[in-house]
């Protein structure tokens, strides 16, 4: 007798546009979603994919881009983000990618510029910034490489310029400019930078 409760206490719903067109379908279950949602553009063509349990996000999720491309994918674990994601530009390259681990950003993430080369590695602890840090810019040159103590700038930072000469240097405590920082001209001569 509870399994035909249970089946009746759900049902399939379908929300739509003032015009009419379908913008959601999934099904509720106690007055909550469950199961796997779908929403979709006003033009019909999907937006996302969620999966659900007693209303929360619970599973994969992808979404996308108007043109049909993926703009990211994610997993839910009860309402929390955990695992890898990936995100996409909308030419269909790679934004950035990495894990999560309740809610926040954990270990390596790789964060990409619009033509696919590499812009950033960062290393996340508890959604914070966390170790080295390497910028690069879109051709693939490196701009600045650091580290990073529970979210702020910590020990020795290099900066270069765009064809990869050191411009400055110097060493950071706690997200705050300390001791002696250097200036670089075209040359690579260094001299004191009053910060």
Same mark, same amino acid.
């Given at each position: 007798?509870?399994?035909?409760?249970?089946?009746?206490?759900?049902?399939?719903?379908?929300?739509?546009?003032?015009?009419?067109?379908?913008?959601?379908?999934?099904?509720?279950?106690?007055?909550?979603?469950?199961?796997?949602?779908?929403?979709?553009?006003?033009?019909?063509?999907?937006?996302?994919?969620?999966?659900?349990?007693?209303?929360?996000?619970?599973?994969?999720?992808?979404?996308?881009?108007?043109?049909?491309?993926?703009?990211?994918?994610?997993?839910?674990?009860?309402?929390?983000?955990?695992?890898?994601?990936?995100?996409?530009?909308?030419?269909?390259?790679?934004?950035?990618?990495?894990?999560?681990?309740?809610?926040?950003?954990?270990?390596?993430?790789?964060?990409?510029?619009?033509?696919?080369?590499?812009?950033?590695?960062?290393?996340?602890?508890?959604?914070?910034?966390?170790?080295?840090?390497?910028?690069?810019? #879109?051709? *693939?040159?490196?701009?600045?490489? %650091?580290? +990073?103590?529970? &979210?702020?700038?910590? @020990?020795? $930072?290099?900066? !270069? =310029? #765009?064809? *990869?000469?050191?411009?400055?240097? %110097?060493? +950071?405590?706690? &997200?705050?400019?300390? @001791?002696? $920082?250097?200036? !670089? =001209?075209?040359? *690579?001569?260094?001299?004191?930078?009053?910060?």
């Amino acid at each position: 007798m509870l399994v035909a409760a249970e089946c009746l206490a759900q049902e399939t719903v379908t929300q739509r546009y003032p015009g009419g067109a379908v913008r959601a379908q999934g099904t509720i279950g106690e007055g909550q979603k469950e199961g796997t949602w779908k929403y979709f553009f006003p033009s019909g063509k999907l937006m996302a994919t969620e999966n659900f349990a007693k209303g929360v996000l619970h599973g994969s999720t992808e979404y996308f881009y108007q043109n049909g491309r993926r703009q990211g994918y994610e997993h839910w674990l009860n309402g929390m983000l955990q695992d890898s994601a990936r995100y996409f530009f909308e030419n269909g390259k790679i934004e950035r990618e990495g894990m999560f681990r309740n809610n926040s950003y954990f270990g390596e993430w790789r964060f990409y510029h619009g033509n696919g080369n590499l812009e950033r590695i960062v290393h996340y602890e508890n959604g914070f910034p966390n170790g080295v840090v390497e910028v690069f810019s #879109e051709e *693939g040159v490196l701009l600045q490489e %650091g580290f +990073y103590n529970a &979210g702020k700038e910590d @020990g020795a $930072w290099k900066f !270069y =310029d #765009e064809k *990869g000469r050191p411009t400055y240097s %110097g060493n +950071y405590q706690q &997200g705050e400019r300390v @001791g002696e $920082w250097f200036q !670089y =001209d075209k040359r *690579g001569q260094k001299k004191r930078w009053k910060y």
